[in-house]
Protein backbone atom coordinates (compact mmCIF):
# COMPACT_ATOMS: atom_id res chain seq x y z
CA UNK A 1 0.00 0.00 0.00
CA UNK A 2 1.42 3.47 -0.67
CA UNK A 3 2.15 5.40 1.71
CA UNK A 4 0.19 9.11 1.98
CA UNK A 5 2.08 11.83 3.03
CA UNK A 6 1.38 15.56 3.42
CA UNK A 7 3.13 15.76 0.27
CA UNK A 8 0.86 13.59 -1.67
CA UNK A 9 -1.61 16.53 -2.94
CA UNK A 10 1.03 18.53 -4.43
CA UNK A 11 2.43 15.80 -6.28
CA UNK A 12 -1.17 14.71 -7.70
CA UNK A 13 -1.87 18.34 -8.80
CA UNK A 14 1.45 18.80 -10.20
CA UNK A 15 1.55 15.74 -12.18
CA UNK A 16 -1.81 16.38 -13.65
CA UNK A 17 -1.17 19.88 -14.44
CA UNK A 18 2.02 18.14 -16.52
CA UNK A 19 -0.31 15.52 -18.17
CA UNK A 20 -3.27 18.14 -19.08
CA UNK A 21 -0.43 20.29 -20.57
CA UNK A 22 0.81 17.44 -22.48
CA UNK A 23 -2.56 15.90 -23.80
CA UNK A 24 -5.25 17.85 -22.76
CA UNK A 25 -7.90 17.99 -20.26
CA UNK A 26 -10.47 15.10 -21.76
CA UNK A 27 -7.63 12.69 -22.86
CA UNK A 28 -6.14 12.45 -19.01
CA UNK A 29 -7.40 9.59 -17.01
CA UNK A 30 -7.47 8.28 -13.93
CA UNK A 31 -5.06 5.50 -14.79
CA UNK A 32 -2.45 8.14 -16.28
CA UNK A 33 -2.27 9.76 -13.06
CA UNK A 34 -2.08 5.91 -10.83
CA UNK A 35 0.81 5.36 -13.58
CA UNK A 36 3.03 8.39 -13.23
CA UNK A 37 2.02 9.26 -9.06
CA UNK A 38 2.86 5.68 -8.28
CA UNK A 39 0.13 5.72 -6.06
CA UNK A 40 -3.29 4.05 -6.31
CA UNK A 41 -6.36 5.13 -7.65
CA UNK A 42 -8.37 4.74 -4.02
CA UNK A 43 -5.19 7.21 -2.70
CA UNK A 44 -6.02 9.56 -5.65
CA UNK A 45 -9.69 9.15 -4.90
CA UNK A 46 -8.60 10.42 -1.43
CA UNK A 47 -8.35 13.81 -2.57
CA UNK A 48 -10.54 14.25 -5.54
CA UNK A 49 -13.18 12.20 -6.03
CA UNK A 50 -13.68 13.61 -9.88
CA UNK A 51 -11.14 14.58 -12.37
CA UNK A 52 -13.31 17.97 -12.21
CA UNK A 53 -12.65 18.44 -8.75
CA UNK A 54 -8.78 17.58 -10.01
CA UNK A 55 -9.29 19.96 -12.71
CA UNK A 56 -10.70 22.98 -10.14
CA UNK A 57 -7.63 22.06 -7.85
CA UNK A 58 -4.99 22.29 -10.95
CA UNK A 59 -5.97 25.58 -11.24
CA UNK A 60 -6.00 26.84 -8.31
CA UNK A 61 -3.04 25.33 -7.65
CA UNK A 62 -1.81 27.08 -10.43
CA UNK A 63 -3.44 30.51 -10.34
CA UNK A 64 -1.78 30.25 -6.35
CA UNK A 65 1.59 29.71 -7.70
CA UNK A 66 1.74 32.62 -9.87
CA UNK A 67 -0.42 34.53 -8.09
CA UNK A 68 0.65 38.31 -9.32
CA UNK A 69 1.91 39.91 -6.07
CA UNK A 70 2.00 43.61 -6.35
CA UNK A 71 4.96 44.70 -7.92
CA UNK A 72 3.69 48.15 -6.66
CA UNK A 73 0.69 49.98 -6.57
CA UNK A 74 -0.58 51.98 -9.80
CA UNK A 75 -1.35 54.74 -7.33
CA UNK A 76 2.45 54.37 -6.43
CA UNK A 77 4.18 54.32 -9.57
CA UNK A 78 2.28 55.36 -12.54
CA UNK A 79 2.63 58.75 -14.28
CA UNK A 80 3.16 58.44 -17.55
CA UNK A 81 2.84 55.40 -20.45
CA UNK A 82 6.40 54.24 -19.49
CA UNK A 83 5.71 53.88 -16.02
CA UNK A 84 2.37 52.04 -17.08
CA UNK A 85 3.92 49.45 -19.28
CA UNK A 86 6.73 49.04 -16.97
CA UNK A 87 4.58 48.13 -14.09
CA UNK A 88 2.57 45.91 -16.01
CA UNK A 89 5.26 44.16 -17.72
CA UNK A 90 6.64 43.60 -14.05
CA UNK A 91 3.62 42.20 -12.68
CA UNK A 92 3.32 39.56 -15.91
CA UNK A 93 7.01 39.08 -15.24
CA UNK A 94 6.29 38.00 -11.85
CA UNK A 95 3.57 35.35 -12.47
CA UNK A 96 6.07 33.86 -15.86
CA UNK A 97 8.69 33.23 -13.04
CA UNK A 98 6.25 31.55 -10.67
CA UNK A 99 4.65 28.96 -13.48
CA UNK A 100 8.35 28.41 -14.88
CA UNK A 101 9.55 27.49 -10.63
CA UNK A 102 6.62 25.30 -10.45
CA UNK A 103 6.56 23.78 -14.03
CA UNK A 104 10.55 23.68 -13.34
CA UNK A 105 10.96 24.04 -16.91
CA UNK A 106 12.05 26.71 -19.53
CA UNK A 107 11.07 24.82 -22.70
CA UNK A 108 7.64 25.17 -21.45
CA UNK A 109 5.01 25.99 -24.90
CA UNK A 110 3.18 28.40 -24.08
CA UNK A 111 0.44 26.85 -26.80
CA UNK A 112 -0.25 24.08 -24.06
CA UNK A 113 -1.84 25.98 -22.11
CA UNK A 114 -4.59 25.80 -24.30
CA UNK A 115 -6.04 23.40 -22.48
CA UNK A 116 -7.84 25.15 -19.74
CA UNK A 117 -10.64 26.74 -22.88
CA UNK A 118 -11.41 23.14 -23.50
CA UNK A 119 -11.70 22.56 -19.97
CA UNK A 120 -12.95 25.44 -18.32
CA UNK A 121 -16.39 25.19 -21.09
CA UNK A 122 -16.99 22.34 -19.04
CA UNK A 123 -16.90 23.32 -15.73
CA UNK A 124 -18.91 25.95 -13.95
CA UNK A 125 -16.89 26.95 -10.89
CA UNK A 126 -13.76 27.47 -13.66
CA UNK A 127 -15.91 30.24 -15.28
CA UNK A 128 -16.78 31.90 -12.36
CA UNK A 129 -13.04 32.08 -11.57
CA UNK A 130 -11.84 32.97 -14.67
CA UNK A 131 -14.89 35.48 -14.67
CA UNK A 132 -13.25 37.07 -11.06
CA UNK A 133 -9.63 37.53 -12.57
CA UNK A 134 -10.96 38.80 -15.36
CA UNK A 135 -12.74 42.08 -13.58
CA UNK A 136 -9.40 41.91 -11.17
CA UNK A 137 -7.09 42.99 -14.42
CA UNK A 138 -9.25 44.99 -15.40
CA UNK A 139 -9.60 46.99 -12.46
CA UNK A 140 -5.72 47.00 -11.98
CA UNK A 141 -5.88 48.59 -15.50
CA UNK A 142 -8.33 51.26 -14.59
CA UNK A 143 -6.13 52.19 -11.78
CA UNK A 144 -3.43 52.39 -13.98
CA UNK A 145 -5.53 54.91 -17.01
CA UNK A 146 -7.05 56.56 -13.60
CA UNK A 147 -3.37 57.67 -12.37
CA UNK A 148 -2.31 58.74 -15.72
CA UNK A 149 -5.68 61.25 -15.98
CA UNK A 150 -3.80 62.62 -12.32
CA UNK A 151 -1.25 63.45 -14.03
CA UNK A 152 -2.81 64.75 -17.13
CA UNK A 153 -1.27 62.01 -19.58
CA UNK A 154 -4.92 60.84 -20.76
CA UNK A 155 -6.61 62.57 -23.30
CA UNK A 156 -9.47 64.71 -22.04
CA UNK A 157 -12.87 63.26 -22.13
CA UNK A 158 -11.15 59.78 -21.88
CA UNK A 159 -13.32 57.10 -19.37
CA UNK A 160 -9.98 54.99 -17.60
CA UNK A 161 -12.85 52.54 -16.80
CA UNK A 162 -13.78 51.51 -20.92
CA UNK A 163 -10.24 51.84 -21.50
CA UNK A 164 -9.36 49.33 -19.59
CA UNK A 165 -11.54 47.02 -20.86
CA UNK A 166 -10.75 47.63 -24.22
CA UNK A 167 -6.93 47.28 -23.38
CA UNK A 168 -7.57 44.36 -21.63
CA UNK A 169 -9.47 42.40 -24.32
CA UNK A 170 -6.84 43.63 -27.01
CA UNK A 171 -4.11 42.13 -24.92
CA UNK A 172 -5.68 38.81 -24.58
CA UNK A 173 -6.30 38.84 -28.18
CA UNK A 174 -2.45 38.98 -28.55
CA UNK A 175 -1.70 36.76 -26.17
CA UNK A 176 -3.44 33.94 -27.76
CA UNK A 177 -1.40 34.66 -31.24
CA UNK A 178 1.60 34.54 -28.80
CA UNK A 179 0.00 30.82 -27.17
CA UNK A 180 -0.24 29.68 -31.19
CA UNK A 181 3.44 30.65 -32.08
CA UNK A 182 5.92 27.51 -31.49
CA UNK A 183 8.95 29.57 -30.37
CA UNK A 184 11.17 28.64 -28.04
CA UNK A 185 11.77 32.32 -26.99
CA UNK A 186 8.36 32.45 -25.98
CA UNK A 187 9.34 34.55 -23.02
CA UNK A 188 11.04 37.51 -25.11
CA UNK A 189 8.13 37.47 -26.88
CA UNK A 190 5.19 37.83 -24.78
CA UNK A 191 6.95 41.00 -23.27
CA UNK A 192 7.34 42.87 -26.64
CA UNK A 193 3.78 41.45 -27.42
CA UNK A 194 2.88 43.33 -24.39
CA UNK A 195 4.96 46.58 -24.84
CA UNK A 196 4.00 46.68 -28.54
CA UNK A 197 -0.04 46.30 -28.08
CA UNK A 198 -0.12 48.94 -24.92
CA UNK A 199 1.84 51.37 -27.17
CA UNK A 200 -0.39 50.84 -29.91
CA UNK A 201 -3.04 51.39 -27.69
CA UNK A 202 -1.85 54.54 -27.05
CA UNK A 203 -1.78 55.73 -30.41
CA UNK A 204 -4.93 54.67 -31.29
CA UNK A 205 -6.46 56.80 -28.35
Same mark, same amino acid.
Given at each position: ?? %? +???????????????????????????????? @??????????????????????????????????????????? %????????????? @?????????????????????????????????????????????????????????????????????????????????????????????????? +????????????????
Amino acid at each position: MT %K +ITPDTRSNILMVALQLFLQKGYKDVSYQDLVK @KTGLSKGAIYHYFESKETLLVAVFEFLMEATQQPAVDKPENIV %KDRESFIKLFIDS @KMVQINGFKKIMDTKELKLNKLLFFIEAINENEQLKQTITELTKQEITFLENCFIMLKKHNNLPAGKDPALLAECLFWMLQGAEMMVFFMQNNDWEQG +IMKMYDKTINDFFKII
